[in-house]
């Protein structure tokens, strides 16, 4: 779905945001792309939707160069950014002008969203707060049935109840043959719908794991008192113990914690790619 | 970059009829209600205090003004996704061809603008100069559609508009600003090339670098050289401004938008 091959970007000649970044999307996937502020999340999204074009290197999406801007390519991705104005109208006359450029587009897949996500569909979009904006975007991004949804920090601006009902909502609207790139520093967010985790930091993809290696390859667990072991790769204090993560054991699976994982990617690189490493290693020698 | 596709044409007239075209017309509209009702009032005031016949009717100046300021500044504003970060993105990854998109903000400020504010412009003419005409003293004829001034008019903004267009890609701020300021600068670099020109081709007429030598005898400046309007290098000037800098200026605004990025400024 998507391949991008010895990557490098800057803004400027001299500080170069991305080095030779290699990285590989599959079909089907909901996928979190995970970095620190300033990492280059949002520069990633918008040279994998061809709006910024790389230095060197090439950015495939769909077995096409992306930034030669195919409208066929480009009527099958859609980009939910960050921060984005709807224009004032009303949403059906929103949905009017934009739907027919997506030509699978379900108009009736949009209203139900709009109700889940408690919008007045009469509604004009002047008359909206941001979060409502935002729901509408999301709604109208989920409903073009395009192969390839990127959403950058979709959750940003949506109240409790709406972060819950946006997961809901995306795990059940993306068929298997569409996939997802959803960008957030807010990880809790992401929790329980992602299927591959990959984290940038340094201009470079430090982690490019499906959900199920993680946790069979990482332990995520809570443990009382003080006792932090001595093979932890990190650990932080939490009320009554600590929370850690450890290699795994076994072929036994734990329940990821984003937090905790990218905080032990960051701090402690080698380690756990190497175990990724071994982990693939014995994988191949299975087969 | 250069795919046609009728479908994709339609979406996107329908998106900037909605988005750009209609809310422009609606200002148009009210500016030149205001100006007539103004100049209306005017008229009463000074009903009279009557005015001669005028050597261009003032409604084909009121036109030529109307058309070029406004039209300029809207075809300069064609590409306005282009102002704001996030809305530049979301028109950038809009599944249509740099043609496409080019084509229907060309047609939009070009041919389709044209007829809409000439006809607009003839209703509220013809509503308003009667009276106005009556009361200040001269008499009213329309020149729209049936005089050459309206035609070369016409002509003019439809080359010139297509330079807007090119500096609404090129400049994300204050286009049209920029574009004029772009302009007079080209005008001066080129009226500087000609200047140096001017002074190697006759350079036995100069004294010191740029003043004219004193000539002995009969000579005078000028002599022995035809009409310039004969010269094929003015003929050829004169039919590239006409037939060959829109389509040129169209050509670059495609291959323009083609490199658009979203850049953070």
């Known amino acids: 779905m998507i391949k991008i091959d010895n990557l490098s970007f800057g803004y400027s000649r001299k500080k170069q945001l991305f080095m030779n970044l290699d990285m590989e999307l599959l079909e089907g996937k909901i996928c979190g792309l995970l970095g620190k502020n300033g990492a280059g999340k949002t520069t990633l999204l918008r040279l994998i939707a061809g709006i910024l074009f790389p230095d060197s290197g090439d950015v495939h999406v769909l077995d096409t160069q992306i930034f030669k801007r195919d409208p066929e390519i480009s009527k099958e991705i859609f980009y939910v950014q960050e921060e984005y104005e709807l224009p004032t109208m009303s949403i059906e006359l929103y949905m009017k002008i934009y739907a027919p450029f997506y030509h699978r587009f379900d108009t009736d897949k949009f209203y139900d969203l709009l109700s889940k996500f408690e919008v007045d569909r009469n509604a004009k979009t002047s008359q909206l707060s941001y979060g409502q904006k935002k729901k509408v975007h999301i709604a109208f991004a989920l409903s073009t049935g395009v192969k390839l949804l990127i959403l950058d920090e979709p959750t940003n601006g949506l109240d409790i109840p709406s972060k819950a009902q946006f997961r809901k909502v995306l795990v059940s609207s993306v068929g298997e043959d569409q996939s997802v790139v959803i960008s957030s520093h807010q990880v809790r967010d992401l929790t329980n719908m992602l299927d591959q985790i990959i984290i940038v930091d340094d201009g470079k993809v430090i982690l490019n794991e499906d959900v199920f290696d993680i946790s069979q390859v990482l332990n995520f667990r809570q443990i009382q008192g003080a006792n932090v072991p001595d093979d932890a790769l990190y650990s932080e204090m939490i009320p009554g113990g600590h929370l850690v993560v450890t290699p795994g054991v076994g072929n036994e699976q734990s329940q990821i914690d984003l937090e905790a994982l990218f905080n032990a990617i960051t701090t402690n690189r080698e380690k756990v790619q190497r175990l990724f490493q071994n982990l693939k290693q014995n994988e191949n020698a299975k087969i | ?265």
């Open chain 2, 1 to 265: 970059m250069l795919k046609f596709n009728i479908e994709r044409i339609r979406a996107l007239l329908v998106r900037d009829f909605h988005m750009s075209f209609k809310p422009t017309m609606k200002i148009i509209g009210v500016i030149l209600l205001v100006y007539y009702l103004v100049n209306l009032f005017i008229a009463v005031v000074n009903r009279n205090d009557t005015v001669d016949d005028f050597e261009l009717s003032p409604t084909i100046i009121t036109y030529g003004l109307f058309l070029l300021i406004g039209g300029l500044i809207y075809s300069s504003r064609a590409f306005r996704e282009f102002a704001k970060v996030p809305s530049r993105a979301e028109y950038l990854s809009l599944p249509a061809s740099s043609l496409e998109k080019v084509l229907v903000k060309w047609l939009y400020t070009g041919p389709i603008f044209l007829v809409a504010f000439t006809l607009l412009f003839w209703i509220l003419a013809s509503l308003f100069m009667p009276f106005i005409s009556d009361l200040r003293g001269y008499e009213f004829s329309s020149p729209l559609f049936v005089t050459i001034p309206f035609w070369n008019l016409v002509g003019i903004y439809s080359v010139v508009q297509t330079i807007f267009i090119f500096g609404s890609i090129t400049f994300n701020k204050v286009p049209a600003v920029l574009t004029v300021i772009s302009i007079m600068l080209i005008a001066l670099i080129a009226l500087l090339i000609c200047a140096i020109f001017f002074r190697m081709v006759w350079a036995e007429y100069f004294e010191g670098l740029y003043n004219f030598a004193e000539q002995s005898g009969n000579f005078r400046y000028g002599d022995g050289t035809s009409d310039p309007s004969e010269k094929w290098q003015v003929k050829f000037f004169i039919f590239a401004f006409k037939f060959l800098l829109a389509p040129v200026m169209f050509v670059a605004s495609i291959f323009k938008l083609s490199e658009k990025i979203e850049s953070l400024d």
